[in-house]
């Protein structure tokens, strides 16, 4: 089973940028494929971006898609999300997810707020 614990968030003025961190702990981390979600108050989570257990590939949300970049280094167990050119639609609980066929992880989430 791993365990995550992101950070990194905080609050930034429109057009301004962040990299969230999602530090794992446990076995057999390059196994995992790792998603980002977003949650905001009284909606549903929403996958942002996702990237493959040895980092080749990564599927981003339209909207972000070209302003996010994730990334991660196994050898390290990190996982970490760019994020630029931020706009209010981003603010929201940012959740770190592990997953393989057997197990899933998740974080306790970091919050992103972004306002002028």
């Known amino acids: 089973q791993v365990h995550l614990v992101e950070s990194g968030g905080g609050t930034v003025q429109p057009g301004g940028s962040l990299r969230l961190s999602c530090a794992a702990s446990?076995?057999?981390?390059?196994?995992?494929?790792v998603t980002w979600y977003r949650q905001r108050p009284g909606e549903e989570r929403e996958l942002v971006a996702k990237i493959s257990a040895v980092g080749r590939s990564t599927l981003y949300l339209d909207p972000v898609r070209g302003r996010f970049t994730l990334s991660r280094d196994n050898t390290k167990n990190m996982v970490w999300l760019k994020m630029v050119n931020l706009t209010a639609e981003a603010t929201a609980v940012y959740l770190c997810?592990?997953?393989?066929?057997?197990?899933?992880?998740w974080g306790q989430g970091t919050q992103v707020t972004v306002h002028s």
């Open positions: 997810q592990a997953r393989t066929g057997l197990a899933t992880g």
């Open positions: 446990g076995f057999g981390f390059s196994d995992y494929t």
